[in-house]
T-cell receptor, first 113, second 109 residues
Framework: DGGITQSPKYLFRKEGQNVTLSCEQN?????MYWYRQDPGQGLRLIYY???????QKGDIAEGYSVSREKKESFPLTVTSAQKNPTAFYLC????????????FGNGTRLTVT | GQQVMQIPQYQHVQEGEDFTTYCNSS?????IQWYKQRPGGHPVFLIQ?????EVKKQKRLTFQFGEAKKNSSLHITATQTTDVGTYFC?????????FGTGTSLTVIP
């Protein structure tokens, strides 16, 4: 059953710690994305990758880092430099066709105290 | 920069009433997509509009793309409790998705 898996569903960290959110897809999609969702602000793009070993910053990349060593995987690291990291993080992927729909994972809710 | 505005932010309706959410872009879009996110869930793709003036229907849902390809709307006829959730538009001016802020729909039984 194809899909996108994000883990864990809930994550708690102390301020000052880096944390890595996992995203794995078995849809054979080329493009992968990370979005942040805050109440009343919709989805904001953090990073995206269209091919392996390449990625671009989105609108709110500061304080985040990513890697794309494998087609299936696109982990997101929330660093201590991110001023307000508590949020709902969504990973998505899309196919090769021009403007394919986004397929989202179930999300990771990160709480930093 | 690119902006996609969506109104209203919240809408409460009695079950059986109609509902409409509007999406407006500051620039011309090549495509627009609509997604639905149930409470506690993740966004799920509903439909994509490509052509100027395009209208598409999915049962009680009607989607429109404006003639200038800068605005779009989603209309739900005779809402049901299963329609509860947040509806997002995603404007695509080039090869990036710009999401609207979403409209949260509450349906009162």
């Amino acid at each position: 059953d194809g899909g996108i898996t994000q883990s864990p569903k809930y994550l708690f960290r102390k301020e000052g710690q880096n944390v890595t959110l996992s995203c794995e897809q078995n849809l054979n999609h080329d493009a992968m994305y990370w979005y942040r969702q805050d109440p009343g602000q919709g989805l904001r793009l953090i990073y995206y990758s269209q091919i392996v070993n390449d990625f671009q910053k989105g609108d709110i990349a500061e304080g985040y880092s990513v890697s794309r060593e494998k087609k299936e995987s696109f982990p997101l690291t929330v660093t201590s430099a991110q001023k307000n990291p508590t949020a709902f993080y969504l990973c998505a992927s899309s196919g090769r066709e021009a403007i394919s729909p986004l397929h989202f994972g179930n999300g990771t809710r990160l709480t930093v105290t | 920069g690119q902006q996609v505005m969506q109104i209203p932010q919240y809408q409460h309706v009695q079950e059986g009433e109609d509902f409409t959410t509007y999406c407006n872009s500051s620039t011309t879009l090549s495509n627009i997509q609509w997604y639905k996110q149930r409470p506690g869930g993740h966004p799920v793709f509903l439909i994509q509009l490509v052509k100027s003036g395009e209208v598409k229907k999915q049962k009680r849902l009607t989607f429109q793309f404006g003639e200038a390809k800068k605005n779009s709307s989603l209309h739900i006829t005779a809402t049901q409790t299963t329609d509860v959730g947040t509806y997002f538009c995603a404007g695509i001016p080039g090869n990036q998705f710009y999401f609207g802020t979403g409209t949260s729909l509450t349906v009162i039984p």
